[in-house]
């Protein structure tokens, strides 16, 4: 159902705007953070500027992607060697630390994609939508 909605969905868009933020040169929690919020913060800034428009900005805050070619193919590797532990056992690690008990799925950012661009959330703009299964609340 959702890989329909979010063709017909992408079908619709007449002029999409992407913004990507990479990531991967970051040194120390405080880059991360400041990376992350710098979303949040945007996107917030945007929903200001443009909610006058008819224009809505939100933005999709993910948690672990455990089954992701990022940690299946390095950051499980990556961490089980640091800690000296086994793969499955870092798995179990970020497993335990959500309350329900998995990992964020690509199918559960899909849905919170479909929900924010339907008429479902037309009075919603600036929110930042955790997915983390109550990780981050």
Known sequence: LYRGAMEGLLGSLEDPYTAYLDMSQQRSISDTTEGQFGGVGLTQS???EFAES????NCICPGNLLNSPLWVN???KQYAANQGITEEQVREKYINQV????SCEYEDIAN???FLASDYSNYMTGQ????TGGQQM
Request: aromatic share 4%.
């Open 128 to 131: 930042a939508i955790n997915v």
């Open 46 to 48: 945007l929903a200001l």
């Open 99 to 102: 309350p329900m008990k998995r």
């Open 74 to 76: 390095s950051l499980f």
């Open 54 to 57: 008819g224009v809505r900005v």
């Open 112 to 114: 919170a994609m479909v």
